[in-house]
């Protein structure tokens, strides 16, 4: 197996694995908890966005050119999901506009400098003192990507599902989902309070 494929499976794995990396899913579902599956290029931005901020501070953090608390992040990613999740309660479903740029864009690029930091440790732990990181690092952002694009491929076959065929109400999916984050969010903030 070569190196690039070891570190894109292991991006992707980070990603996907709902035990340790539950708290990125959940970002990336309240991130698209307001779109539907014909908004599919207004989320790729979206995610898109968010890689390239987790991009920058896990680079930056993992070549040790930041360097912040790791308890202080683990806290502020729960409040990023929260804030986005409790965002989301209060925008109507006419919200998703065709502009080429939204706020929504701008909140998920912010939010993934802060979840960058968090992936760091994580990134810096199996690189250990390997010189070259470029390629690793390139790969597991790679890895990163294609796994949060397949939990919104997961999450917008089951909107279509929900929305489109069972005629659930979008209001109805995007509140429940919406809540049911923000209350994840709030204990998981309360878990890891570090004052």
Same mark, same amino acid.
């Given at each position: @197996? ?25 970002? /990336? ?8 599956? *014909?908004?599919? *290029? ?15 501070? $896990? ?5 040790? /050119?930041? &360097? ?29 506009? &065709?502009?080429?740029?939204?706020? &929504? ?15 760091? &440790? ?47 109400? *979008?209001?109805? /999916? *995007? ?11 709030? /204990? $998981? @903030? ?6």
């Amino acid at each position: @197996m070569s190196e690039f494929a070891l570190y894109f499976g292991l991006g992707k794995d980070h990603i996907l694995d709902y035990v340790n990396g539950y708290d990125h899913i959940l970002f /990336v579902l309240a991130l698209c908890a307001v779109y539907l599956i *014909r908004d599919w *290029r207004q989320i790729l931005i979206l995610v898109t966005s968010f890689t390239i901020g987790h991009s920058i501070t $896990l680079a930056l953090a993992t070549l040790k /050119v930041i &360097n912040f608390s790791a308890e202080i992040i683990e806290f502020l990613i729960p409040l990023t999901i929260f804030i986005t999740a409790a965002g989301n309660l209060f925008k109507g479903d006419s919200t998703v506009t &065709n502009a080429k740029v939204q706020i &929504n864009y701008l909140f998920a690029l912010f939010f993934g400098l802060i979840h960058g930091l968090g992936f760091s &440790n994580f990134l810096r732990a199996l690189l250990g003192k390997n010189e070259n990181i470029v390629s690793p690092l390139f790969a597991f952002n790679l890895g990163l990507e294609f796994g949060q694009i397949i939990v919104v491929a997961i999450f917008l076959a089951i909107s279509f599902v929900l929305v489109e065929l069972l005629k659930v109400s *979008r209001r109805d /999916v *995007r509140l429940v989902l919406s809540a049911a984050i923000a209350g994840i969010a709030l /204990v $998981l @903030m309360n878990d890891r309070i570090f004052w």
